[in-house]
């Protein structure tokens, strides 16, 4: 195989800006089930690149063969360096759910990719069970963490997961048990479409299928028992679900926190002064492209947040060990910036409100009477909003019970111009 270049200039067989990559989703009952227009440019194309079960799946195939090489990523760079010609490419199912094909849109034009798309797993699997599709959570395990499932794990929730090899529904069944969710119905679907297709069906909690098709579906009804940790859709979850040294935001002011942050699909958060990590945690739960980069300058703080990510399924928590300002430097710019630690050391808030895209929002919370002092300084500077935060909890006192007050936090808030 002749070797390619990003800078290569291959000559162009066709006009540039027209189509010359063909995505075809090819599934396992392999040709038979591809369209006649797939069949066509699967046969006119001069280069056909997949990995080795895709090729076989569509043998034969006329034109040269290409095995997606390792690295995966060094692949875009060979079908780059064939611009204008005619190439296709072989996918598993759908190429644009948790395909490759939504990677190559990003860098090649839509206007030059052809796609046909094979039913995908999700589409196959919830046909196989009788699930509208709309209903339910689709997940890629596919190379990603297994705790990714967690959020995900509502009562009567319906699952589909892509499992990442044969050990994965064992992995996934191991989870939901310790989790309270044992009751869960799993089943196991195997190399679906084709002539190997099996499904086979057991809760979680007996779950002792072995043998498992690499190539393989997970559909999970869930069922919780009565003490299932069940990560709750709104902000300000129980204390006890994070581990920590006393350094944490309590739900009630962790949720009016997360209620000024104003989280929005696919934003970035700066949290500064990680602590446990709850803040940072409770961002990332509210929607699934959401993002974190935490920053705590002691190592076992750092540690025992990321092992809270984990727990619930805040998988896109980044953490960086480090003291800020310092370790603010060359961080992707935030969505929001959340300071719940260190904002009166100096250079922080500062560095913060550089930092912070326009239309951010900047969010500090304050116990000390320094930082309070800080906060009225930045008031009068930018704005903004400031309240005091005071909860009481019941505790018991002697025989009887009475209120119990926590520090009052100091809160501003404001939106960069």
């Known amino acids: 195989m002749s070797s390619f270049s990003l800078n290569s200039e291959p000559e162009s067989s066709m006009a540039p800006g027209s189509p010359w990559l063909t995505i ?27 990995g080795a079960r895709h090729l076989a799946l569509a043998a034969p195939v006329t034109a040269e063969t290409i095995t997606w090489p390792s690295p995966f990523a060094d692949g875009y760079a ?20 948790y395909g490759v094909g939504a990677e190559l849109a990003r860098l090649i034009p839509a206007g030059e990719i052809t796609c046909f798309p094979h039913p995908s797993a999700f589409s196959l699997a919830a046909a196989r069970l009788g699930w509208s599709l709309p209903d339910c959570d689709c997940v890629s395990l596919h190379g990603r963490t297994l705790e990714r499932i967690i959020p995900h794990l509502q009562p009567g929730a319906r699952i589909l997961a892509l499992s990442w090899d044969g050990s994965t529904p064992g992995k996934v069944a191991d989870l939901l048990t ?10 196991v679907c195997e190399a679906l479409g084709g002539p190997r297709e099996r499904n086979r069906r057991v809760t979680a909690a007996d779950f002792g ?9 997970i559909a999970i009804k869930v069922v919780p028992a009565k003490d299932a940790r069940v990560v709750a859709l709104a902000p300000g979850l129980p204390d006890d679900f994070f581990e920590n040294d006393g350094q944490l935001t309590k739900a009630e002011i962790r949720a009016l926190t997360l209620a000024a942050l104003a989280p929005r699909a696919g934003e970035l958060l700066w949290d500064i002064g990680l602590g446990a990590g709850s803040v940072g945690i409770e961002w990332c739960l509210r929607h699934p492209r959401n993002r974190c980069i935490g920053i705590e300058e002691r190592p076992e703080r750092a540690e025992r947040a990321r092992r809270n990510a984990l727990d619930l399924g805040a998988t896109d928590l980044d953490i960086r060990i480090g003291r800020a300002p310092e370790a603010l430097t060359n961080l992707p710019a935030p969505d929001a910036i959340f300071i719940g630690g260190g904002a009166s ?20 919370n304050g116990v000390t009477l320094e930082t309070e002092t800080l906060l009225g300084t930045l008031y009068a500077q930018h704005g903004g909003t400031m309240r005091r935060l005071a909860v009481s909890r019941l505790g018991p006192v002697g025989g009887m019970h009475g209120w119990r007050a926590a ?3 100091t809160q501003w808030t404001v939106t960069k111009p």
Do not use: Y
């Not at 079908?79 to 759910?97: E, K, M, N, S, Y």
């Open 345 to 364: 050391e100096s250079g922080v808030s500062e560095a913060a409100w550089a930092a912070l895209k326009p239309g951010g929002r900047l969010v500090i």
């Open 209 to 217: 299928i072995s043998e498992i098709d690499p190539l393989n579906t």
């Open 24 to 50: 075809v989703g090819i599934g396992e009952d392999g040709r038979a089930g591809l369209s006649r227009a797939a069949l066509a440019a699967l046969d006119q194309a001069e280069v056909v690149i997949g």
């Open 78 to 97: 060979m079908i780059l360096a064939r611009r204008g010609r005619p190439t296709c490419v072989l996918a598993t199912g759908d190429p644009f759910h």
């Open 407 to 409: 520090m009052p936090v």
């Open 178 to 187: 310790r989790r309270g969710f044992g009751e869960s119905t799993i089943t």
